[in-house]
């Protein structure tokens, strides 16, 4: 029993890392534009697709890919965001809400109908080893994810700390009215916040391509995790995604190690529903 | 509007389908199946303005019960319909007490009802007694039972009993619309704070929008299980069912009696189209949709219905 | 026994005190005005009042009973209705159906509901834009309607909060004129204002708040000489 909760705390902070990355992009929107972008899945499955293709067809290495997927969905963010969400900024939450559903549906789809739904996998000829820490048996690739992952955060809390960009966002994320008040360029910041959001996910299912399977679908899961970290953790907190995160993925693998199929997912909503009744602002969010 | 268009529709829908193609009632079915469904929906996320993105989790539970209530204990699905649309309802207004008297609203309460959709979804799947996976086939009915098991050979027969449901939620509405609840569904909509200090006891007033809602969503997950003989937790529980669901009502116009009639004229037929069109390519139509909805919400945010009276309404001086 | 007692009443922000220790009562028939500087705590106090906001200390009694803990709807359906400070309408409904939804606390049926709508709308002088959309009224016409919404209540006291906030001169008249009416109605009336010329010439009596606390209470005159208020309203911005 013991090896089994090691293993679940060990392997939980694992894919934690991916899943607070995933929710650090989600958040840094919600933050700076107040939308769900239900999107989010979407872009990091189309993320997933880049990567397996261009190792697929142009044997391009998947850790290295992330120096094209990134900067390529940064991209894909701004124009999505300057294409369909900034002309209906004004309108009601209501209206903010179906955009990013359409979109959703449309990227996803776009993906069925392109690469059908067959599921397909990226089956790296190295790094296939694992080794053990303690009991627990640890996949080197997931550990590369991890790390990656934690890499990518620290490095997007330093721009948010120390770029005029980066306080620019967080000023506009904690004190929305100010901001516009101040002169922020605000629209461009939006797309920036975005771009950032999406560049990061779709770099978090480069990531994690190596050792899960690829399909239109996979977005799915990943989008409501998402949304549970960042309701968790509280909308728009860094630290929040952050946590949220790892304590996702730990209840997610102490389910796995504990209830049998599918209901492992089951205390995570759980804990979105309790969350979303008793402390809607989450663990370190401001109000609602 | 003018009444005469729609009363010749109305009379048009019940004299000519018999006169139709298998082919082209089963595509009657599914638009009256979803305008039935949208409209149901049309009266929580519509005329009270709660968008819930987990109609699904109605659906399925009406699908479920009468199912189940008629393959283990032989019950009529007649009767299976009020047994799901009154368990949909209770569940409706337990999560919809939980989540309104929390004050959760807009995107917070889309989420809730997303989660709730994929909590039954989730356990549907790993309850064996209720199929698991594999779902549950509904065995074809001996000579003579068609009518009680609500199983009919043709497609005709069901378009009857979809269109009779479709005509009872349309009359629901529009009985709604002209009285009491029907004006403080919408000031709940429009300003909710100003509603609640106008006297609207706006828990009260939004629970009977979700009781409505979820008892009528699930009357569709009914005869889902019937016309299709078959269910399992995706097809029922599925995002994508709550997906269909909320799409025509939002295109045709939201909170409007026809809204959900309309969108689904313009959408079902739509779909079934570039799914011929475009065979052997699955997702197409529901990219269309996702594109659809993108360009509803930017050019017409009050759905077609909306567009329409926006052009007729008469301008202030 | 006045129709409306407020008894210590106090509400905290976390460290914030927005209202500390308020008390005064209203007679029925009387017309009260709240004044004192931005911040003084005096929407807070109708939040209070009204039911939305729920007090961190004292009571508020209408009628004899305490009203503290009811929410907002169950208190205007007891006789206490209130406009907000930044107008809330009902933007896509007509205007006569944003006063009917005051008008269905009292009735049931649509038809009566219709007729307590029209009634309000005429007292505020909006009948003829019955039809319209909310949204396409003027910021005036907007807060005539709040009035209407709320008089469609059939309230026996009544908050206005702010009602002549950026009015012209003759926009403030009509307002005037429209307060008097109420109060000729017989309706009990407290009405929180930085128009001060139309505050002193309306009211019975005078309540001054400034951070959160009650500083003064009396008749218009007594109220505008008291060494108290004065400082209040020097000592905060003067740009009012």
Redesign the interface.
Known sequence: MKTLLWQACVSGLLIGGVYALVALGLTLIFGVMRIINFAHGALMMLGMYATFFLYDLAGVDPYLSILLVGPAFFLVGVALERGVIEPNLGTAESNQLLLTLGVALFLENAALALFKPDYRSLRLPYATQAFLLGDAVVNVQRLIAFACSVALALALWLFLKHTDTGKAIRAAAEEHEGALLVGINVRRLYAVAFGIGSGVVAIAGSLVTPFLYVAPDVGDVFNILAFVIVVLGGMGSFVGALLGGFLVGLAESFGAALLPGSLKQLPIFVLFVLVLLFRPSGLFGRGV | MSRLPWVAVGVAAVVLPPLASPYVVHILVLIVFFAFLGAAWNLLGGYAGQFSFGHAAFFGIGAYTSTLLLTRVGVSPWLGLLAGGLLAAAFGCFAGFLAFRYGLRGPYFALVTLAFAEMLRLVAVNWMAVGGPMGILIPLPKEGDAFWRLQFREKLPYYYVMLGLLAVALWLTRRIERSRLGYTLLAIRENEDAAEASGVNTLATKLWAMGLSSFLTALGGTFYAQYFSFIDPTLTFGVAVSVEILLRPIVGGPGTLLGPVLGSLVLTPLSELTRWLIRGRPGVDVMVYGAILVLVVTFLPRGLVGAWQAARRPRPA | MALLEVRGLSKRFGGLAAVSRVEFDVAAGELLGIIGPNGAGKTTLFHLI?G?HRPTAGDVRFDGRTIIGL????V??LGI??T?QIV??????TVL?NV???A??RV???GA?REGALRALAFVGLAA?AE??AR?LTLAERKRLEVA??LA?RPRVLLLDEVMAGLGPAEVATMMGLCRQLRAEGLTVLVIEHVLRAVMALSDRIVVLDHGEKIAEGPPEAVARDPRVIEAYLGSARAE
């Open positions: 009204a939305h929410r907002p709807h169950a205007c359906r209705a209130r907000f809330q309408p009902f933007p896509g409904l159906a009917m939804v005051g269905f606390t049931r049926e649509v509901a834009k319209h959309e396409t919404r709320a209540t």
